[in-house]
């Protein structure tokens, strides 16, 4: 059995709009989304061979940044950033993992 600590690095971006059909066109608001977080996540191992371990870990502590640019039409009209900061131990997201060594 052994305590450990993971740090993982995620990241995503998508997009969002909003728009109406007119008689001119579509007219509307278009959004780009990005994001980047870092958390740590300890966890327990149980060897239950050589070469075989079963991991439980827990997310416990994360940050990261994020941040959108709009658009109204093509024109950038607006941009959007914050940072933030969770210490958040979440007991219904345990992650479960079989780990092989060679």
């Known amino acids: 059995m052994a305590l450990f600590g993971e740090v993982r690095l995620s990241g995503g971006f998508g997009s969002t709009k909003s728009y109406s059909v007119t008689e001119r066109g579509k007219e509307g608001t278009f959004s780009d989304v990005n994001e980047i977080a870092l958390g740590l996540y300890p966890g327990i191992s149980v060897f239950l061979s050589d070469h ?10 994360e940050g990261g ?3 959108d640019k ?4 093509q024109i950038p009209s607006a941009r959007a950033a914050h940072a933030f900061g969770n ?3 979440n007991l219904l997201k345990l992650n479960l ?6």
């Open 52 to 61: 075989v371990a079963l991991e439980l870990s827990l997310p416990l502590l």
């Open 65 to 67: 940044y994020s941040w």
């Open 70 to 73: 709009e658009y109204e039409g």
């Open 87 to 89: 210490f958040k131990p």
């Open 97 to 102: 993992g079989i780990v092989f060594n060679f």
